[in-house]
Nanobody, 119 residues
Framework: QVQLVESGGGSVQAGGSLRLSCAAS??????MGWFRQAPGKEREFVSS????????YYAGSVEGRFTISRDNAKNTVYLQMNSLKPEDTAIYYC??????????????WGQGTQVTVSS
């Protein structure tokens, strides 16, 4: 049974940083990454990282501010979020997928962790 367990969410002021972690169990995955959903908005892709490390994707809204990394030995993916903005406020979901390129959804989802950025 696949499980994805996120940690690291919280509240921060604009301009601050947070680091999310997601530990997977029950399988290995072609890609791992993050989606987010803000109140009243649709879920959106944030970033993904292939197992090999040669395919890394970012949404345009976070590129240059967020950095994704992955530790295959620990089956864990991280999201370092810097220069946070109030519009980054959302529930962040860890995902794991059998495909390496983003496709708007994923095979497996974590329970989500709240990130709140105040102005």
């Amino acid at each position: 049974q696949v499980q994805l367990v996120e940690s690291g969410g919280g509240s921060v002021q604009a301009g601050g940083s947070l680091r999310l972690s997601c530990a997977a169990s029950g399988g290995t995955f072609a890609s791992m990454g993050w989606f987010r959903q803000a109140p009243g908005k649709e879920r959106e892709f944030v970033s993904s990282h292939s197992r090999s490390g040669n395919l890394i994707y970012y949404a345009g809204s976070v590129e240059g501010r967020f950095t994704i990394s992955r530790d295959n030995a620990k089956n864990t993916v991280y999201l370092q979020m810097n220069s946070l903005k109030p519009e980054d406020t959302a529930i962040y979901y860890c995902v794991a997928d059998s495909r390496v390129t983003p496709r708007g959804t994923a095979d497996y989802w974590g329970q989500g962790t709240q990130v709140t950025v105040s102005s």
